[in-house]
């Protein structure tokens, strides 16, 4: 018999609407022993029963349910189906050779994220739970997918958060540490062991090549630019001249590498600058520079609800230099992948940012990731990367 998590009274309104997380302040008590992954049988305080979950003990969220239905058996088959499922979903785009295969709680499996780069998976085993069946769940990757590379890169502040310590490396065969890739056309070269996440910010492919699709005859001011994937889509959309900054030498080595990579761009068009976006972006405005299009797609402000105050006024301080340095009918791209701030929120900072600028703007479009990242409708915190495109 597995371990009874029981709910305080009243706490059980998320789990009856779905949502799969068990927040220590909604648990009353924990009948019986469980170790860290282990699955309980989560209730009600009056004894309904509510799913099977993954014990955590560690963590703030003390549980996160496997299943709603209180019989389903947690155990290989699980997540053979599971996975399964989530990759069948995706084969309508099994022809990009960068593609998530499973994003955590929308495909019913909380704290496992799995990304493919060509021949090679990239697994991140981010809670106690998917740390427990971590060899259900490469045997059941192998199973329903015919890559035979695995790597691993559970090294997330959320696996922290849980108690675990960072694991890299090696999961299956023989992978790389670097993958090449190609999307919408350009060559990316992918670094495994080290890059962001996974290696690539998958997520933002479609807005790659969105900005590919707007770019000509513009000047496009690319801001956080890592690797540099939208300035290259950029170029290939036409671009007159792209200015793509960083703080990270490494990352715009890696951009350039990848810009040599696709020799039918222009790289006379490109231009690269190792600086403080911040400082950055007020320098050129000091100087009376202006853009077409800027793109601005920062790190994570606010990695939970906690930080959105602080959050805002940095969101508010670069798009409102944003906003500043376009030129008039110019083209803000402008991102926050801040779990910690709902997408209204950050459409309100973004306007009060344009408030201070003393500018006039309208918003074509509201930017998300591509199907690949779907979002449960149970679990808003899901939607964390959001985006506007905002016209002066």
Not at 19 to 48: I, K, M, N, Y
Not at 185 to 201: C, N, P, Q, S, W
Not at 330 to 354: E, I
């Amino acid at each position: 018999m597995s371990a009874r998590l029981v709910l305080a009274r009243g706490k059980a309104s998320p789990q009856l609407r779905r949502h799969p997380w068990v927040f220590a302040s909604a648990v009353e008590a924990l009948v019986g022993h469980a170790r860290p992954g282990d699955t309980v049988q989560v209730e009600t305080h009056e004894g309904r029963m509510l799913g099977r979950a993954a014990w955590s003990p560690a963590s703030q969220i003390r549980a996160r349910l496997w299943s709603f239905d209180a019989d389903e058996t947690i155990d290989d088959a699980f997540f053979r189906r599971r996975i399964r499922a989530a990759v069948e979903r995706r084969a309508a785009l099994a022809g990009q050779e960068g593609l998530r295969l499973v994003h955590g709680e929308a495909d019913g499996l909380p704290g496992l994220i799995v990304d493919r780069y060509g021949e090679t998976l990239v697994v991140a085993l981010n809670s106690a739970g998917v740390e427990k069946w971590r060899e259900a769940i490469l045997g059941a990757l192998l199973r329903a997918t015919s890559v035979e590379h695995v790597f691993e890169r559970s090294d997330s502040d959320a696996r922290r958060l849980e108690g675990l310590q960072p694991r890299v490396g090696v999961l299956h065969g023989r992978p790389s540490v670097s993958a090449l890739i190609t999307e919408h056309g350009i060559r990316l070269r992918v670094d495994l062991a080290e890059g962001h996440k996974t290696g690539f910010y998958l997520d933002q492919r479609d807005n790659r090549r969105l900005t590919r699709d707007l770019a000509a005859g513009l000047r496009v001011l690319n801001c956080f630019c890592y690797t540099g994937g939208f300035s290259l889509q950029a170029l290939a959309g036409g671009a007159r001249e792209v200015l793509s900054v960083d703080s990270s030498a490494p990352a715009l080595a890696a951009a350039e590498a990848n810009l040599r990579l696709n020799a039918d761009l222009d790289a006379s068009r490109a231009h690269w600058r190792h600086a403080d976006v911040f400082e950055t972006l007020r320098e050129l405005r000091t100087a009376g520079e202006s853009f077409d299009l800027v793109i601005l797609d920062p790190p994570k402000f606010a990695p939970s609800s906690a930080h959105a105050e602080r959050a805002g006024r940095a969101y508010r301080d670069i798009n409102r230099l944003g906003l500043q340095l376009l030129t008039p009918g110019g083209l803000l791209m402008t991102y926050s992948c801040s779990g910690g701030v709902s997408a209204q929120r950050f459409r309100g900072f973004v306007a009060a940012a344009a408030v201070d600028a003393g500018i006039d703007a309208v918003i074509l479009q509201h930017l998300q990731p591509g199907p690949d990242h779907p979002v449960a409708l149970a679990v808003p915190e899901g939607e964390y990367l959001k985006g506007l495109l905002v016209m002066r």
